[in-house]
Protein backbone atom coordinates (compact mmCIF):
# COMPACT_ATOMS: atom_id res chain seq x y z
CA UNK A 1 0.00 0.00 0.00
CA UNK A 2 2.91 2.09 0.20
CA UNK A 3 3.36 5.28 -2.06
CA UNK A 4 7.27 5.10 -3.04
CA UNK A 5 9.11 8.45 -4.33
CA UNK A 6 9.35 7.43 -8.17
CA UNK A 7 12.81 7.38 -9.84
CA UNK A 8 12.70 10.31 -12.73
CA UNK A 9 13.99 10.09 -15.76
CA UNK A 10 16.93 12.56 -17.17
CA UNK A 11 15.73 15.37 -18.56
CA UNK A 12 17.48 14.67 -21.58
CA UNK A 13 15.80 11.59 -22.13
CA UNK A 14 11.96 11.61 -22.37
CA UNK A 15 10.21 8.12 -21.74
CA UNK A 16 10.01 6.72 -25.15
CA UNK A 17 6.26 7.30 -26.76
CA UNK A 18 5.02 9.00 -23.87
CA UNK A 19 2.30 11.54 -24.51
CA UNK A 20 1.82 15.18 -23.28
CA UNK A 21 3.85 18.59 -23.06
CA UNK A 22 7.51 18.78 -22.80
CA UNK A 23 7.48 19.86 -19.05
CA UNK A 24 5.15 16.37 -18.23
CA UNK A 25 7.79 14.31 -20.44
CA UNK A 26 11.20 15.70 -19.43
CA UNK A 27 11.23 15.25 -15.94
CA UNK A 28 9.99 11.95 -16.51
CA UNK A 29 6.84 12.42 -14.44
CA UNK A 30 4.66 9.80 -17.32
CA UNK A 31 7.12 7.17 -16.53
CA UNK A 32 6.87 7.98 -12.45
CA UNK A 33 2.98 8.06 -12.46
CA UNK A 34 2.94 4.73 -14.57
CA UNK A 35 5.17 2.82 -12.06
CA UNK A 36 2.76 4.60 -9.36
CA UNK A 37 -0.14 3.94 -10.62
CA UNK A 38 -0.64 0.27 -8.74
CA UNK A 39 0.46 1.27 -5.47
CA UNK A 40 -2.31 4.54 -5.31
CA UNK A 41 -5.02 2.41 -6.77
CA UNK A 42 -4.65 -0.50 -3.96
CA UNK A 43 -4.45 2.72 -1.60
CA UNK A 44 -7.71 4.03 -3.04
CA UNK A 45 -9.36 0.64 -2.39
CA UNK A 46 -8.28 0.68 1.13
CA UNK A 47 -10.12 3.77 1.63
CA UNK A 48 -13.03 2.57 0.50
CA UNK A 49 -13.11 -0.69 2.54
CA UNK A 50 -12.61 1.44 5.26
CA UNK A 51 -14.94 4.75 5.03
CA UNK A 52 -14.99 7.44 7.99
CA UNK A 53 -17.40 9.63 8.90
CA UNK A 54 -17.28 13.34 8.60
CA UNK A 55 -15.08 14.49 11.80
CA UNK A 56 -14.30 10.85 12.52
CA UNK A 57 -11.39 10.33 9.84
CA UNK A 58 -8.89 9.23 12.33
CA UNK A 59 -7.27 6.12 10.80
CA UNK A 60 -7.21 7.78 6.82
CA UNK A 61 -5.39 10.93 8.82
CA UNK A 62 -3.01 8.20 10.32
CA UNK A 63 -2.59 6.61 6.61
CA UNK A 64 -2.14 9.83 4.69
CA UNK A 65 0.00 11.66 7.23
CA UNK A 66 2.32 8.02 7.13
CA UNK A 67 2.62 7.97 3.74
CA UNK A 68 3.51 11.97 3.30
CA UNK A 69 6.23 11.35 5.74
CA UNK A 70 7.81 8.42 4.23
CA UNK A 71 7.80 11.06 1.16
CA UNK A 72 9.62 13.23 2.59
CA UNK A 73 7.05 15.42 3.34
CA UNK A 74 6.60 17.67 6.43
CA UNK A 75 3.86 16.72 8.11
CA UNK A 76 1.07 18.31 10.56
CA UNK A 77 -2.02 16.38 11.97
CA UNK A 78 -4.73 17.47 13.98
CA UNK A 79 -5.54 20.39 11.66
CA UNK A 80 -9.18 21.15 11.21
CA UNK A 81 -9.82 18.30 14.32
CA UNK A 82 -8.25 15.33 12.04
CA UNK A 83 -7.30 16.94 8.76
CA UNK A 84 -3.55 16.46 7.53
CA UNK A 85 -1.32 19.85 6.31
CA UNK A 86 1.68 18.87 4.65
CA UNK A 87 4.52 20.87 2.97
CA UNK A 88 7.85 20.61 0.54
CA UNK A 89 9.61 22.64 -1.38
CA UNK A 90 12.18 25.84 -1.24
CA UNK A 91 11.70 28.25 1.54
CA UNK A 92 13.55 30.71 -0.54
CA UNK A 93 14.37 31.44 -4.17
CA UNK A 94 17.28 32.58 -5.73
CA UNK A 95 18.48 36.56 -4.80
CA UNK A 96 16.60 36.15 -1.36
CA UNK A 97 13.07 36.31 -2.49
CA UNK A 98 11.04 34.19 -0.13
CA UNK A 99 9.41 31.00 -2.01
CA UNK A 100 5.34 31.90 -2.65
CA UNK A 101 3.38 29.36 -1.46
CA UNK A 102 0.71 27.24 -3.63
CA UNK A 103 -1.54 24.43 -2.14
CA UNK A 104 -3.95 21.83 -3.34
CA UNK A 105 -6.53 20.35 -1.01
CA UNK A 106 -8.72 16.90 -1.48
CA UNK A 107 -11.34 15.77 1.19
CA UNK A 108 -11.32 12.68 3.05
CA UNK A 109 -14.48 11.83 4.80
CA UNK A 110 -17.51 9.13 3.41
CA UNK A 111 -21.39 9.20 3.89
CA UNK A 112 -23.99 7.34 6.02
CA UNK A 113 -24.85 4.82 2.84
CA UNK A 114 -25.16 1.48 2.55
CA UNK A 115 -22.92 0.16 0.09
CA UNK A 116 -24.70 -1.55 -2.71
CA UNK A 117 -22.30 -1.89 -5.54
CA UNK A 118 -21.15 -5.46 -5.25
CA UNK A 119 -17.86 -4.84 -5.87
CA UNK A 120 -14.81 -6.69 -4.41
CA UNK A 121 -13.69 -3.51 -2.33
CA UNK A 122 -16.71 -3.02 -1.01
CA UNK A 123 -17.13 -1.18 2.42
CA UNK A 124 -16.30 -3.56 5.47
CA UNK A 125 -18.28 -0.55 7.42
CA UNK A 126 -22.01 -1.40 8.11
CA UNK A 127 -24.24 2.02 7.08
CA UNK A 128 -20.84 3.97 5.62
CA UNK A 129 -19.53 4.31 2.13
CA UNK A 130 -17.17 6.19 -0.29
CA UNK A 131 -20.13 7.26 -1.93
CA UNK A 132 -18.72 10.68 -3.29
CA UNK A 133 -15.70 9.97 -4.37
CA UNK A 134 -13.45 11.30 -1.52
CA UNK A 135 -11.39 8.01 -1.35
CA UNK A 136 -10.61 8.81 -4.87
CA UNK A 137 -9.70 12.31 -4.43
CA UNK A 138 -7.64 11.18 -0.82
CA UNK A 139 -5.78 8.82 -3.34
CA UNK A 140 -5.36 11.57 -6.43
CA UNK A 141 -3.98 13.83 -3.40
CA UNK A 142 -0.71 11.04 -2.65
CA UNK A 143 -0.48 10.81 -6.09
CA UNK A 144 0.75 14.24 -6.63
CA UNK A 145 2.73 14.00 -3.53
CA UNK A 146 4.52 11.14 -4.92
CA UNK A 147 5.28 12.20 -7.89
CA UNK A 148 6.56 16.32 -6.41
CA UNK A 149 8.51 14.06 -4.07
CA UNK A 150 9.93 12.50 -7.05
CA UNK A 151 10.83 16.18 -8.59
CA UNK A 152 12.12 17.36 -5.26
CA UNK A 153 14.41 14.77 -4.85
CA UNK A 154 15.93 14.45 -8.72
CA UNK A 155 15.03 17.29 -10.53
CA UNK A 156 15.11 20.15 -7.48
CA UNK A 157 15.21 23.23 -9.44
CA UNK A 158 11.41 22.68 -11.26
CA UNK A 159 10.31 23.39 -7.83
CA UNK A 160 10.17 27.10 -7.13
CA UNK A 161 7.92 27.55 -4.43
CA UNK A 162 6.53 25.68 -1.66
CA UNK A 163 4.03 23.39 -2.24
CA UNK A 164 0.75 22.54 0.95
CA UNK A 165 -1.22 20.08 0.50
CA UNK A 166 -4.67 20.14 2.64
CA UNK A 167 -6.13 16.73 3.43
CA UNK A 168 -9.95 17.96 4.31
CA UNK A 169 -12.61 16.10 7.26
CA UNK A 170 -15.71 16.82 7.16
CA UNK A 171 -16.36 18.15 3.32
CA UNK A 172 -19.92 16.27 3.65
CA UNK A 173 -20.84 18.19 6.74
CA UNK A 174 -19.69 21.57 5.54
CA UNK A 175 -17.57 22.02 8.66
CA UNK A 176 -13.99 20.81 7.78
CA UNK A 177 -13.02 23.86 5.41
CA UNK A 178 -13.67 26.04 7.93
CA UNK A 179 -12.03 24.31 10.79
CA UNK A 180 -8.68 23.95 8.93
CA UNK A 181 -9.17 27.32 7.91
CA UNK A 182 -9.33 28.94 11.66
CA UNK A 183 -6.00 26.57 12.47
CA UNK A 184 -4.04 28.35 9.51
CA UNK A 185 -4.11 25.95 6.56
CA UNK A 186 -4.55 28.05 4.36
CA UNK A 187 -2.42 30.81 5.69
CA UNK A 188 -0.05 32.54 3.02
CA UNK A 189 -1.22 30.20 0.45
CA UNK A 190 -1.47 32.41 -2.91
CA UNK A 191 -3.14 29.84 -4.92
CA UNK A 192 -5.48 27.10 -4.38
CA UNK A 193 -6.19 24.22 -6.59
CA UNK A 194 -8.68 21.82 -5.95
CA UNK A 195 -11.12 18.69 -7.70
CA UNK A 196 -14.40 16.80 -7.59
CA UNK A 197 -15.33 13.10 -9.00
CA UNK A 198 -18.40 14.47 -11.73
CA UNK A 199 -20.10 11.64 -13.13
CA UNK A 200 -21.47 12.98 -15.71
CA UNK A 201 -18.38 13.47 -17.14
CA UNK A 202 -16.76 10.51 -19.19
CA UNK A 203 -13.36 9.19 -17.76
CA UNK A 204 -10.30 10.68 -19.34
CA UNK A 205 -12.02 13.81 -19.34
CA UNK A 206 -12.10 16.84 -17.30
CA UNK A 207 -14.63 19.64 -17.12
CA UNK A 208 -13.69 23.58 -16.46
CA UNK A 209 -15.97 26.41 -15.42
CA UNK A 210 -14.23 30.60 -14.50
CA UNK A 211 -16.49 32.17 -11.90
CA UNK A 212 -19.46 30.39 -9.98
CA UNK A 213 -19.26 26.62 -9.93
CA UNK A 214 -21.18 25.76 -6.93
CA UNK A 215 -24.29 26.92 -5.37
CA UNK A 216 -24.56 28.77 -1.89
CA UNK A 217 -26.17 25.92 1.03
CA UNK A 218 -28.10 26.25 3.72
CA UNK A 219 -29.33 23.68 6.44
CA UNK A 220 -33.37 24.40 7.30
CA UNK A 221 -34.76 22.50 9.87
CA UNK A 222 -38.43 22.49 11.06
CA UNK A 223 -40.56 21.71 13.51
CA UNK A 224 -44.49 21.38 13.17
CA UNK A 225 -46.30 21.46 16.34
CA UNK A 226 -50.08 19.89 16.67
CA UNK A 227 -51.95 18.48 19.31
CA UNK A 228 -52.02 14.71 20.02
CA UNK A 229 -54.81 12.86 19.81
CA UNK A 230 -56.91 9.45 18.93
CA UNK A 231 -55.64 7.74 15.66
CA UNK A 232 -59.85 7.15 14.77
CA UNK A 233 -61.21 11.10 15.92
CA UNK A 234 -58.01 13.04 13.85
CA UNK A 235 -60.76 16.03 14.12
CA UNK A 236 -60.44 16.34 17.42
CA UNK A 237 -56.66 17.06 17.56
CA UNK A 238 -54.08 18.84 14.92
CA UNK A 239 -52.49 16.40 13.14
CA UNK A 240 -48.63 17.31 12.81
CA UNK A 241 -47.54 14.68 10.26
CA UNK A 242 -50.30 15.79 7.86
CA UNK A 243 -49.39 19.62 8.17
CA UNK A 244 -45.96 18.76 8.04
CA UNK A 245 -46.58 16.96 4.31
CA UNK A 246 -48.52 20.47 3.26
CA UNK A 247 -45.38 21.95 4.67
CA UNK A 248 -43.04 20.02 1.83
CA UNK A 249 -45.36 20.19 -1.00
CA UNK A 250 -46.68 24.09 -0.30
CA UNK A 251 -42.66 24.82 0.20
CA UNK A 252 -42.26 23.67 -3.76
CA UNK A 253 -45.43 24.80 -4.64
CA UNK A 254 -44.34 28.34 -3.16
CA UNK A 255 -40.94 28.71 -4.70
CA UNK A 256 -42.76 28.13 -8.49
CA UNK A 257 -45.25 30.39 -7.95
CA UNK A 258 -43.78 33.32 -5.59
CA UNK A 259 -40.17 33.60 -6.86
CA UNK A 260 -38.02 34.61 -10.13
CA UNK A 261 -37.79 30.81 -12.10
CA UNK A 262 -35.09 32.65 -13.46
CA UNK A 263 -33.06 32.19 -9.42
CA UNK A 264 -33.56 28.64 -9.49
CA UNK A 265 -33.97 27.24 -5.99
CA UNK A 266 -33.55 23.82 -4.37
CA UNK A 267 -35.39 22.72 -1.41
CA UNK A 268 -34.64 19.04 -0.48
CA UNK A 269 -35.75 17.63 2.66
CA UNK A 270 -33.54 14.08 3.55
CA UNK A 271 -35.45 13.62 7.10
CA UNK A 272 -38.18 13.28 8.56
CA UNK A 273 -39.40 12.38 12.36
CA UNK A 274 -42.61 12.61 14.06
CA UNK A 275 -44.65 10.26 15.80
CA UNK A 276 -44.78 7.79 18.81
CA UNK A 277 -47.72 5.04 18.08
CA UNK A 278 -49.81 4.18 15.13
CA UNK A 279 -52.85 4.80 16.66
CA UNK A 280 -51.87 8.39 18.10
CA UNK A 281 -52.25 11.15 15.97
CA UNK A 282 -48.64 13.21 16.20
CA UNK A 283 -48.49 16.68 17.41
CA UNK A 284 -44.50 16.89 16.95
CA UNK A 285 -42.56 16.32 13.46
CA UNK A 286 -38.95 17.29 12.89
CA UNK A 287 -38.12 18.23 8.75
CA UNK A 288 -34.80 18.34 8.02
CA UNK A 289 -33.49 19.41 4.61
CA UNK A 290 -31.40 21.68 2.00
CA UNK A 291 -31.33 24.89 0.57
CA UNK A 292 -29.43 25.58 -2.79
CA UNK A 293 -29.17 28.88 -4.80
CA UNK A 294 -26.95 30.54 -7.47
CA UNK A 295 -27.94 33.73 -6.66
CA UNK A 296 -26.54 35.43 -3.34
CA UNK A 297 -28.42 38.27 -2.96
CA UNK A 298 -31.89 36.09 -3.22
CA UNK A 299 -29.85 33.32 -0.91
CA UNK A 300 -29.40 36.34 2.03
CA UNK A 301 -33.57 36.15 1.50
CA UNK A 302 -34.43 33.04 1.66
CA UNK A 303 -34.58 32.61 5.67
CA UNK A 304 -37.04 35.16 5.90
CA UNK A 305 -39.16 33.96 2.66
CA UNK A 306 -38.87 30.63 4.19
CA UNK A 307 -39.57 31.26 7.83
CA UNK A 308 -42.63 33.44 6.53
CA UNK A 309 -43.86 31.04 4.11
CA UNK A 310 -43.62 27.90 6.68
CA UNK A 311 -45.31 29.63 9.29
CA UNK A 312 -48.19 30.71 6.91
CA UNK A 313 -48.40 27.11 6.14
CA UNK A 314 -48.61 25.92 9.48
CA UNK A 315 -50.95 28.56 10.67
CA UNK A 316 -53.30 28.01 8.12
CA UNK A 317 -53.64 24.03 9.01
CA UNK A 318 -53.99 24.71 13.11
CA UNK A 319 -50.55 24.12 14.40
CA UNK A 320 -47.65 26.04 14.90
CA UNK A 321 -43.68 25.67 13.85
CA UNK A 322 -40.38 26.86 14.67
CA UNK A 323 -37.92 27.24 11.81
CA UNK A 324 -33.90 27.34 11.85
CA UNK A 325 -31.50 27.81 8.82
CA UNK A 326 -28.01 27.57 9.14
CA UNK A 327 -26.11 29.03 6.15
CA UNK A 328 -23.20 26.29 5.25
CA UNK A 329 -21.95 27.69 2.13
CA UNK A 330 -21.29 30.07 -0.02
CA UNK A 331 -20.33 29.60 -3.80
CA UNK A 332 -16.98 28.24 -5.53
CA UNK A 333 -15.84 31.02 -7.41
CA UNK A 334 -13.19 30.10 -9.75
CA UNK A 335 -10.53 32.29 -10.33
CA UNK A 336 -10.12 32.81 -14.07
CA UNK A 337 -6.53 33.13 -14.53
CA UNK A 338 -6.07 29.77 -12.44
CA UNK A 339 -8.93 27.98 -14.67
CA UNK A 340 -7.16 28.92 -17.63
CA UNK A 341 -4.06 27.43 -16.51
CA UNK A 342 -6.02 24.18 -15.83
CA UNK A 343 -7.38 23.92 -18.74
CA UNK A 344 -4.48 24.80 -20.09
CA UNK A 345 -2.59 21.69 -19.00
CA UNK A 346 -5.68 19.32 -19.32
CA UNK A 347 -5.74 20.06 -22.86
CA UNK A 348 -1.85 19.25 -23.30
CA UNK A 349 -2.64 15.97 -21.24
CA UNK A 350 -5.65 15.08 -22.77
CA UNK A 351 -6.29 16.87 -25.85
CA UNK A 352 -9.03 20.02 -26.46
CA UNK A 353 -11.85 17.53 -27.31
CA UNK A 354 -11.84 15.87 -23.41
CA UNK A 355 -11.59 19.21 -22.03
CA UNK A 356 -15.26 20.48 -21.11
CA UNK A 357 -16.22 24.31 -20.72
CA UNK A 358 -18.79 23.73 -18.53
CA UNK A 359 -22.07 25.96 -19.65
CA UNK A 360 -24.00 26.46 -15.79
CA UNK A 361 -22.86 26.44 -12.46
CA UNK A 362 -23.95 23.34 -10.29
CA UNK A 363 -26.35 23.64 -7.29
CA UNK A 364 -24.58 21.25 -5.13
CA UNK A 365 -22.27 22.93 -2.61
CA UNK A 366 -18.80 22.32 -1.64
CA UNK A 367 -17.10 23.89 1.19
CA UNK A 368 -13.81 24.50 -0.57
CA UNK A 369 -15.44 27.86 -1.30
CA UNK A 370 -14.60 28.60 2.88
CA UNK A 371 -11.09 27.99 1.84
CA UNK A 372 -11.51 30.30 -0.51
CA UNK A 373 -12.29 33.57 1.33
CA UNK A 374 -9.12 35.83 0.72
CA UNK A 375 -7.46 33.10 -1.58
CA UNK A 376 -7.45 32.53 -5.28
CA UNK A 377 -8.56 29.38 -6.48
CA UNK A 378 -9.85 27.01 -8.46
CA UNK A 379 -11.76 23.43 -8.71
CA UNK A 380 -12.25 21.66 -12.13
CA UNK A 381 -14.66 18.83 -12.54
CA UNK A 382 -12.92 14.67 -13.20
CA UNK A 383 -14.54 12.77 -15.42
CA UNK A 384 -15.55 9.43 -13.45
CA UNK A 385 -18.09 7.37 -15.85
CA UNK A 386 -16.33 4.36 -17.52
CA UNK A 387 -18.68 2.69 -20.44
CA UNK A 388 -21.42 1.81 -18.67
CA UNK A 389 -21.79 5.17 -17.08
CA UNK A 390 -22.10 6.02 -13.29
CA UNK A 391 -24.46 6.70 -10.79
CA UNK A 392 -25.01 9.78 -9.24
CA UNK A 393 -23.43 11.30 -6.55
CA UNK A 394 -24.72 9.56 -2.80
CA UNK A 395 -25.92 7.00 -4.92
CA UNK A 396 -25.80 3.63 -3.07
CA UNK A 397 -24.12 2.49 -6.03
CA UNK A 398 -21.95 4.79 -6.93
CA UNK A 399 -18.68 3.81 -8.75
CA UNK A 400 -16.27 5.72 -10.27
CA UNK A 401 -13.79 4.26 -13.17
CA UNK A 402 -10.28 4.03 -11.61
CA UNK A 403 -8.98 5.44 -14.75
CA UNK A 404 -9.37 9.12 -13.41
CA UNK A 405 -7.23 8.44 -10.86
CA UNK A 406 -4.15 8.87 -13.22
CA UNK A 407 -6.09 11.78 -14.93
CA UNK A 408 -6.53 13.77 -11.71
CA UNK A 409 -2.79 13.28 -10.54
CA UNK A 410 -1.38 14.37 -14.22
CA UNK A 411 -3.86 17.27 -14.23
CA UNK A 412 -2.91 18.65 -10.76
CA UNK A 413 0.90 18.02 -11.11
CA UNK A 414 1.06 19.91 -14.47
CA UNK A 415 -0.91 23.12 -13.13
CA UNK A 416 0.91 23.41 -10.14
CA UNK A 417 4.34 23.33 -11.76
CA UNK A 418 3.27 25.48 -14.20
CA UNK A 419 2.20 27.66 -11.48
CA UNK A 420 5.37 27.28 -9.76
CA UNK A 421 7.34 28.06 -13.58
CA UNK A 422 5.31 31.69 -13.34
CA UNK A 423 7.75 31.95 -10.06
CA UNK A 424 10.99 32.63 -11.77
CA UNK A 425 12.82 35.84 -10.83
CA UNK A 426 13.06 37.72 -13.32
CA UNK A 427 16.48 38.98 -15.04
Known sequence: M????PQLSAPDAPAAGSDGPADWREPGLADALEALLPDLIQLRRHLHRHP?????EQQTAALVAGELRRLGWQVREGVGRTGVVAELGPQDLEQGQPAPLVGLRVDMDALPVEERTGLDYASTVQGLMHACGHDLHTAVGLGVAGLLAGVMERRPELLRARV???FQPAEETAQGAAWMKAD???????ALFGVHVFPSIPVGHVGVRSGSLTAAAGELEI???GESGHGARPHQSTDAIWIAAR???GLQEAISRRLDALHPVVVSFGRIEGGKAFNVIADHVRLLGTVRCLDLE???RLPAWIEDTVQALCRGHGGEARVRYRSISPPVHNDAALTALVAGAAVDLLGASQVQWLEQPSLGAEDFAALLDGVRGTMFRLGVAGPQGCTPLHSCTFAPD???LAVGVKVLTLSLLRWMAQCRPQA
Open 2 to 5: SVSP
Open 52 to 56: ELSGH
Open 164 to 166: RLL
Open 298 to 300: LHD
Open 402 to 404: EGA
Open 247 to 249: VVS
Open 223 to 225: EVL
Open 184 to 190: GATEGIE
